[in-house]
């Protein structure tokens, strides 16, 4: 599966963004789909996961404050990020996993170019 991941940009520390992950060429539905960041000079690390199900699970920095969802119909996945904070600012990625609800990066077989997301101060 193809991923593009966009609606990256800059924002002020408290402002929204959404991102969006548009997925082609395979069934998006069987597929679950995570986001995932890195911020200069850091690994990458796990931001979000959304099942086939529907079931999701988040890191606990921004739980309650981001929320992931999927349209199958529009093979299409979300990442909403609101009161977003300067140590939000990394590259996101959106990436495929046939494992379902995990945060292991390396359970995903499939990956799309980041979009950068910076929060100022």
């Known amino acids: 599966v193809q991923l593009q991941a966009s609606g990256g940009g800059l924002v002020q520390a408290g402002g929204s963004l959404r991102l969006s992950c548009a997925a082609s060429?395979?069934?998006?539905?069987?597929?679950?789909v995570g986001w995932f960041r890195q911020a200069p000079g850091k690994e990458r690390e796990f931001v979000a996961v959304i099942s086939r199900s529907y079931t999701t699970q988040y890191n606990d920095s921004v739980k309650g404050r981001f929320t992931i969802s999927r349209d199958n119909a529009e093979n299409k996945a979300y990442l909403q990020m609101n009161s977003l904070k300067p140590e939000d600012t990394a590259l996101y990625y959106c990436?495929?996993?046939?494992?379902?609800?995990?945060?292991?990066?390396?359970?995903?077989?499939?990956w799309g170019p980041g979009t950068l997301v910076t929060v100022s101060s």
């Open positions: 060429g395979r069934t998006f539905a069987n597929y679950g």
């Open positions: 990436a495929a996993t046939y494992y379902g609800l995990t945060e292991v990066s390396t359970a995903y077989s499939y």
